[in-house]
C-alpha cells in the first residue's frame, strides 16, 4: 500500500516508514543542482543531513546525467553572486554620473540657475551609494568566504560521484525502453498524465557551456518515475521520493500553488506497478529537511527558513490586510477615487510572489519579494462635507514586501521581528456598481446619456452619470452633492439654493 494519509505528512509518519528498515531515499536533480543557489549555511545542513542518510539514498542515472550536465553552468555565477554586487553598483552609479555629466552640461549651456550646484549635491550621494555599497561587501564577507569555499571544493560534486562509486547510481535504460518510455510519453503529455507534462516544450539542454537541442528533454522527469519504480520493484524497497520541482505535474496545488499532497495519478500507478508490496512516500524537499532533521538531530534552521521563505511571505501577506489598507487609505490618489475616507470590509482574497532574495547576517535573516495580491472592498469617497459615496471595488495591488527575521539558534527556532511594504500600486481594480447587480429602472438612468446608471443626482429631479457630470455644463454643490446645469445654478460657489434656504 501506498503510504499517505490525507495529502498531510507528520513527523509520526516519516518516523513510522523509517523504522520499517528496508526503504531507500531517491533525490532528483533539482535538489542537488539548487545546492549552487542556497546560501552557505543552508547547503551545508541539506549536505549533512543527505550525509547522515548514507546508503539509504539513491539516485536514477537520469537524475545523475542531468546533474553532470548542469552544475558547471550554475556554479559559476552562484561562486561570483556575491562579489559581483559592489562591482554592479559601481558600474551602475558610473553610467548614471556620465549621463548626469551631460545633462548638467546641457542645462548650464542654456543658463539653467544653480545647476552645478545640484550637480554636486547629487554626486556626492553617488559616492555614499559606492561606500555602502563596499561595506555591503565588509559586512558578508564571512559568509562570502564560507560560500567560496563550499564551490571551490565542490563538497556536493564529490558527494554525487561517491553515490556513483558506491553502486547507489541507477544503471541507464537500453534504447528499446528508452523509446518505450518516450511513446507512452507523448501519449501521457496529450492526457496531462503526470509526471513532466509541464516539460513538453523543453526542448534544450547545456552541454559543453552551449544550448542544444535535445529530444529526450520533456521526458526526463518520466525517466526518473519509471527508474524509481523499477528499483522499488526490482529490489522490493519502500520508496521516500523528494523533490524541490513545486510544479503540479507532481503535486496537487491550491489556489495560491502551495502544495496538498502528491498527484493521485502517480500513487495509484504505483501500486499497481509495485502490486501493492512496497509503499512510496513522496515528499517536497523542504518537508523531508524539515522533518528528517529531527530524527538526526541535524541543525537545519538555516534550510527550514531558505526553503520555507515564500511561505513565510505568503502567509504574512495574508495577515497584512489592515496595513495594506492604511497605505492605500494615506495614498489615495492612486486609486483615483478622489479623496479617500476610508475602506470597509477590505479584504485579501489571492496572493502571488515572485522568487525572494534571502540574505542571513549571523543571527538575522532578510527576505524580500516583489508581490501581486487581490483584494476587494468598499471605498468610502469624499464627495462633500455633508455627502459619500460607498463604491465596491475589487483590485490587483503590487509591491516590495520585506521581512526580518531574528533566528534562535540554540532552539532551533525563529520569530519575524519586523516587516515592510513599499511601492504599493493598484495596477488594476474594477469598480462594482448597482448596475453590475440588477436592471436599473428606466428613471435610474443618466438623462445625459441615456446608457449608464446615474450615480449621482441632478437638481431637481432626475439622474446623471459619472462621466457625463464630468461635462463643463454641469456644476456640483460641494456641500450637499447636487449637480445642476449651469443655468440653472443659483447658489453663491459654496452653497447651492437648496443648502441656502
Not at 526518473?224 to 519502500?238: Q, R
Not at 505535474?249 to 499532497?261: F, G, P, Q
Request: net charge negative; glycine share 4%; with cysteine.
Amino acid at each position: 500500500m501506498t503510504f499517505i494519509k490525507d495529502g498531510i505528512i507528520v513527523l509520526e509518519d516519516l518516523k513510522e516508514f523509517i523504522d520499517k528498515g528496508k526503504y531507500i531515499v531517491v533525490v532528483d536533480s533539482c535538489i542537488l543542482l539548487d545546492f549552487y543557489r542556497y546560501n552557505s549555511k543552508t547547503a551545508q545542513e541539506i549536505l549533512n543531513n543527505l550525509e547522515y542518510l548514507g546508503d539509504k539514498v539513491w539516485i536514477p542515472n537520469q537524475v545523475y546525467i542531468e546533474f553532470k550536465r548542469n552544475f558547471a553552468s550554475i556554479l559559476g555565477p552562484n561562486h561570483n553572486k556575491y562579489k559581483n554586487i559592489p562591482k554592479s553598483i559601481a558600474s551602475n552609479v558610473k553610467d548614471f554620473e556620465n549621463k548626469l555629466n551631460k545633462l548638467i552640461k546641457a542645462y548650464d549651456k542654456y543658463n539653467f540657475p544653480k545647476v552645478n550646484e545640484l550637480g554636486e549635491k547629487i554626486k556626492q550621494h553617488l559616492v555614499s551609494i559606492e561606500g555602502e555599497a563596499n561595506q555591503y561587501k565588509e559586512e558578508i564577507k564571512n559568509e562570502m568566504e564560507l560560500m567560496s569555499e563550499l564551490l571551490r571544493t565542490n563538497k556536493i560534486l564529490e558527494y554525487v560521484e561517491n553515490l556513483k562509486n558506491q553502486g547507489q547510481v541507477g544503471t541507464p535504460f537500453p534504447p528499446k525502453q528508452i523509446l518505450s518510455i518516450v511513446d507512452e510519453g507523448r501519449k501521457r503529455f496529450d492526457l496531462n498524465i503526470p509526471p513532466g507534462y509541464k516539460d513538453i516544450n523543453k526542448s534544450e539542454i547545456v552541454k559543453e557551456d552551449l544550448k542544444v537541442v535535445d529530444p529526450l528533454a520533456p521526458f526526463g522527469d518520466l525517466i526518473v518515475w519509471k527508474a524509481l519504480i523499477a528499483k522499488a520493484k526490482a529490489d522490493k524497497v519502500n520508496v521516500l521520493f523528494t523533490t524541490s520541482d513545486s510544479k503540479s505535474d507532481w503535486w496537487e496545488l491550491d489556489s495560491n500553488k502551495n502544495i496538498v499532497s502528491p498527484r493521485e495519478e502517480l500513487l495509484a500507478e504505483f501500486i499497481e506497478e509495485t502490486e501493492g508490496e512496497v509503499e512510496l512516500l513522496m515528499l517536497p524537499m523542504k518537508e523531508f529537511i524539515n522533518k528528517f532533521s529531527t530524527i538526526s538531530n541535524i541543525s537545519s534552521l538555516y534550510s527550514s527558513v531558505e526553503l520555507s521563505a515564500n511561505e513565510i511571505l505568503q502567509e504574512r501577506l495574508w495577515e497584512s490586510g489592515e496595513e495594506i489598507k492604511d497605505i492605500l487609505i494615506d495614498n489615495a490618489y492612486h486609486a483615483h477615487l478622489g479623496n479617500i475616507e476610508d475602506v470597509e470590509d477590505f479584504e485579501i482574497v489571492g496572493v502571488k510572489i515572485e522568487d525572494t532574495d534571502v540574505e542571513f547576517d549571523d543571527e538575522k535573516v532578510s527576505l524580500i519579494t516583489q508581490f501581486q495580491v487581490e483584494a476587494a472592498g468598499y471605498f468610502i469617497e469624499y464627495i462633500s462635507r455633508e455627502y459619500s459615496e460607498s463604491t465596491q471595488i475589487t483590485m490587483t495591488l503590487k509591491g516590495t514586501y520585506s521581512v526580518e527575521i531574528e533566528l534562535d539558534i540554540e532552539n532551533q527556532d525563529y520569530t519575524i521581528d519586523d516587516w515592510e511594504i513599499s511601492d504599493l500600486t493598484i495596477s488594476n481594480s474594477k469598480i462594482h456598481c448597482e448596475e453590475d447587480y440588477y436592471d436599473p429602472q428606466p428613471w435610474e438612468y443618466c438623462v445625459v446619456c441615456l446608457k449608464n446608471f446615474g450615480e449621482h443626482e441632478l437638481h431637481p429631479d432626475d439622474r446623471i452619470c459619472n462621466s457625463c457630470s464630468q461635462n463643463s455644463n454641469y456644476m456640483l454643490c460641494t456641500n450637499c452633492g447636487t449637480f445642476y446645469k449651469q443655468e440653472d445654478y443659483d447658489g453663491d460657489g459654496q452653497y447651492c439654493g437648496r443648502c441656502q434656504d
